[in-house]
């Protein structure tokens, strides 16, 4: 389950032939997988993971900004 609003921009990587889920709010975030699926499952540990570290280490956790251009108005 997600526990943050974070954007994931999920796209084929024609050069490494895997799938990628990259966060844009969180750099840098990002995983991959043989499909769309297992690239944000990764990704949502990744994030998990890098939350964790920011809050241990003292870093700000940026607010969920990015929003894709589809959704401006």
Same mark, same amino acid.
């Not at 990744?46 to 700000?60: E, Q, S, T, V, Y």
């Given at each position: 389950?997600?526990?943050?609003?974070?954007?994931?921009?999920?796209?084929? %990587?024609?050069?490494?032939?895997?799938?990628?889920?990259?966060?844009?709010? @969180?750099?840098?975030? %990002?995983?991959?997988?043989?499909?769309? %699926?297992?690239?944000?499952?990764?990704?949502?540990?990744?994030?998990? @993971?890098? @939350?964790?570290?920011?809050?241990?280490?003292?870093? &700000?956790?940026?607010?969920?900004?990015?929003? &894709?251009?589809?959704?401006?108005?």
């Amino acid at each position: 389950m997600m526990d943050h609003q974070y954007h994931i921009n999920v796209f084929w %990587s024609k050069e490494d032939k895997v799938w990628i889920a990259d966060v844009p709010d @969180l750099k840098p975030c %990002s995983a991959h997988g043989d499909t769309p %699926s297992e690239a944000i499952a990764e990704v949502q540990i990744a994030i998990a @993971l890098w @939350l964790d570290f920011a809050r241990k280490n003292g870093h &700000p956790i940026p607010q969920a900004r990015y929003r &894709p251009a589809i959704y401006a108005a």
